[in-house]
């Protein structure tokens, strides 16, 4: 069988005397959309942040496809196939939708020689105008960022992550302040991605309604330690969960 795409193996992480994450394991497997939940302060945002090697873990490893990745910063960690969409959005509101989708792409091709010396647009145009149609944008695709929704931009967001043709992808709250009808539009075009492309994803999200009918497996933190695994439906009935979210705010 081959390696997992992400490979957590007992990653722990203090902030001073708050044991942030504690001990976590976990494997993700090729094509699975994995939530990972918990009440606020339960560790999520410091594991993402020790995963994508913004944080330095205390102790444990990272691997992506059998490759020690630990602390490896975002653009090395690019370069294997790992991409991730903000929390905040990292779309550029002065320009267009097309340019920020090329602009992602370039970012992903080459080195910084040949982007300068090498052909202007190497097809990128032609791949963004494809990430731009997959998600449903094409009617946007000249106008400037900044003027549309805040859950059109997350969509941007998202075709921005995919430029690179990643294998995992995290998102950090992709519902986080999308309105209704866009979080439909939303769960749908990520998970037909994820069904074309057999791309991985782990997710951060509190939006529960969105999670459990998005993922295929959730994971469970409180206090910085995993305490339920399993698919949304053991994940909904499991009088453990319901405790820590009650008892957690
Ligand atoms: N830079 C930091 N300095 C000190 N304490 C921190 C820092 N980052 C996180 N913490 C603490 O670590 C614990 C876990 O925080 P973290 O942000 O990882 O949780 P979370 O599950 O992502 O929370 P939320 O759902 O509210 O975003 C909390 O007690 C938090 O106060």
């Known amino acids: 069988m081959s390696a997992p795409v ?17 001990d976590v394991s976990f494997d993700v497997q090729k094509g699975e959309i994995l939530g990972l939940i918990g009440p606020n302060g339960s560790g999520k945002s410091t594991l993402f942040n020790c995963i994508l090697g913004q944080l330095p873990p205390d102790a444990g490893r990272v691997e992506v496809n059998g490759k020690t990745v630990t602390g490896m910063r975002a653009s090395s960690l690019n370069r294997l196939g790992v991409g991730r ?41 032609e791949a963004a105008d494809q990430m ?10 000249d106008t400037i960022a900044g003027s549309l929704s805040f859950g059109q931009q997350k969509l941007v967001d998202a075709a921005m992550a995919f430029m690179a043709g990643p294998s995992l992808v995290l998102l950090d709250e992709p519902a986080g302040g999308v309105n209704l009808t866009m ?10 991605y994820n069904a074309e492309h057999g791309t991985t994803f782990v997710v951060i999200e509190h939006n529960m309604e969105f999670v459990m009918s998005l993922c295929t497996r959730i994971i469970v933190l409180a206090e910085g330690a995993i305490i339920a695994e399993g698919t949304p439906e053991d994940i909904r009935s499991n009088q453990t969960v319901i405790d820590a979210y009650l008892g957690g705010g």
């Open 6 to 22: 992400l490979s957590v193996r007992n990653i722990s992480r203090s902030f001073g005397g708050i044991r942030a994450v504690r």
């Open 183 to 192: 979080l439909g539009s939303l769960k749908e075009r990520l998970t037909a």
């Open 132 to 141: 731009i149609a997959f998600f449903r944008l094409t009617h946007l695709r």
């Open 85 to 125: 969409t903000f929390q905040q959005l990292s779309v550029f509101p002065q320009m267009t939708v097309l340019d920020n989708i090329i602009l992602a792409g370039q970012e992903h091709h080459g080195t910084m020689a040949s982007r300068l010396f090498g052909p202007s647009d190497a097809g990128l145009t």
